[in-house]
């Protein structure tokens, strides 16, 4: 497996790089759009049942359908890696939207009061308070988001988009297995990137949780 | 494009022989079905014993999520090329074989996952309640774990089925049959309508499915749980935490 590697590394490395960034783009877009519709599904309760139910159909499509299916609804070509980025993010806010509008509904209304009366308006008690005190959940989300975004990326190999699930259709092509078992172990290892640099992030926002041992 | 699919759908040359799509529908829904009761088999009883006793659930539930971060095309194409020289079959028994065991291993970790935590969020009050009015170990787990533990049980089936169903499409890859085969083929043929026609029959069949098994979900689980017929709906932490858990397709 080194050996295939050493000898391909140029073109892996590609496209390692591609699927890093085909994984990561989705979760930043996703995460930017759920934060406000998550919000606004907590603000407004009446939009909390429709915003859930929309998300959760969104999220039966299965991703090869909804690969091919974006070029037709967004006039791209089909190989466009712009389709994958797209996709993802849907399925990225299909899934952070209702743990946004759950994490924001879990801060106890103590907090809220006290925040109030610290002279905290709405919209800086939203970011100063409420949205800390829900990262951790987020950030759960997030990491599952991650995990299955490296996952799902690697099924665009199959219309061709290059990224490490070209090693799947290689190796299935030339039915030689060291592609193959690289592919799925760069991918593993891809993923518990993803893992380890959201959990991080979450540490480095919440400092409060480390200062009171557990 | 929306007029390219209808044309598609309803011309009827499409519907019928061998590459029609009842026969892909019916072939779709065989594999499904198959991976998804073996996975149930397993997963089920597993996830009861572990939530009733307990024991062994760090190991399981941690080797259930790691199987998450798979992706499921490497597993796919690895299984086959594994798996498929040593078959000899004529027919699809060949490509079959190696996809269903991957169908099963992708089916197996919601379930699992789901049924242990549903049992073992049962609140311990209740099982004391239970053991207080003289009930044995096992009728308190199907008289009393098992009703509760229902619509967690239910949710991880779904997720489950849904994966089984999204990695279906994608056997169509390594020769198999299924309503996949219009994506795979239409794309080789460059016959984009034939292709975005099949994407949507297998999105409708997803959303069919689960709505269907919403469906079922609403009438086996007790009235007691669900909070059916009364006006607070009870929105159960646990059930949150399996929401985000039981995520993955394909």
């Not at chain 1, 690969?67 to 980025?85: A, E, Q």
């Not at chain 2, 949507?200 to 997803?206: F, S, T």
């Not at chain 2, 949150?240 to 995520?247: K, L, P, V, Y």
């Amino acid at each position: 497996m080194i050996d295939y590697y050493r000898q391909n590394s140029d073109q892996i490395n590609g496209w390692l790089g591609w699927h890093a960034r085909l994984s990561a783009l989705p979760l930043l877009f996703g995460l930017l759009i759920a934060l406000p519709l998550g919000w606004l599904a907590r603000r407004y309760r009446w939009l909390y049942p429709p915003v859930v139910t929309v998300a959760g159909l969104l999220y039966t499509i299965p991703s090869l359908a909804l690969f091919i299916l974006l070029p037709g609804l967004l006039k791209t070509r089909i190989l466009d890696p712009t389709n994958v980025v797209v996709a993802l993010t849907v399925y990225t806010v299909a899934l952070l939207v209702r743990v946004v509008a759950d994490a924001l509904g879990s801060v106890s209304e103590d907090v809220l009061q006290a925040a109030t009366a610290m002279g905290y308006r709405r919209l800086g008690r939203l970011l100063k308070v409420e949205l800390p005190i829900a990262v951790p959940v987020i950030a759960a989300g997030l990491r599952v988001a991650a995990v299955s975004n490296v996952s799902l990326v690697s099924v665009a190999a199959l219309i061709g988009v290059p990224e490490l699930g070209q090693l799947f259709t290689n190796g299935f092509q030339l039915s030689y297995q060291t592609p193959i078992l690289l592919g799925i172990l760069l991918s593993v290892l891809l993923a518990l990137a993803f893992d380890s640099v959201i959990q991080l992030v979450a540490r480095v926002l919440t400092p409060w949780r480390r200062a009171v041992p557990r | 494009m929306i007029a390219e699919i209808w044309n598609w759908l309803s011309d009827s040359a499409h519907w019928h022989g061998p590459d029609g799509v009842p026969i892909h529908l019916r072939e779709h829904l065989q594999y499904s079905l198959i991976a998804l009761l073996i996975a149930a088999a397993i997963a089920l009883p597993l996830g009861l014993l572990i939530g009733h006793t307990g024991r062994g659930s760090f190991v399981v539930v941690a080797i259930a999520n790691s199987f998450r971060a798979l992706p499921t095309v490497g597993l796919l194409t690895f299984f086959v090329i594994l798996i498929a020289p040593h078959i000899h079959s004529t027919g699809t028994a060949t490509y079959l074989i190696p996809s269903e065991i991957v169908l099963v291993l992708l089916a197996i970790p919601s379930m699992l996952t789901n049924t242990y935590a549903g049992i073992s969020a049962v609140d311990p009050a209740v099982r004391d309640a239970a053991r207080g009015m003289g009930m044995r170990g096992s009728q308190t787990l199907w008289q009393v774990e098992l009703p509760n533990a229902l619509p967690l049980i239910f949710s991880g089936i779904r997720s489950s089925f849904l994966q089984v169903i999204a990695t279906a499409t994608i056997t169509a890859y390594v020769s198999l049959g299924g309503l996949g085969r219009y994506l795979i083929d239409g794309l080789a043929q460059q016959d984009y309508p034939q292709m975005a026609s099949g994407a949507v029959l297998v999105a409708v069949l997803a959303l069919l499915i689960d709505v269907l098994l919403a469906a079922v979900q609403r009438y086996a689980v007790s009235r007691g749980i669900t909070g059916r017929y009364s006006r607070k709906r009870i929105v159960d932490p646990a059930e949150q935490q399996a929401m985000i858990a039981a995520a993955p397709l394909t």
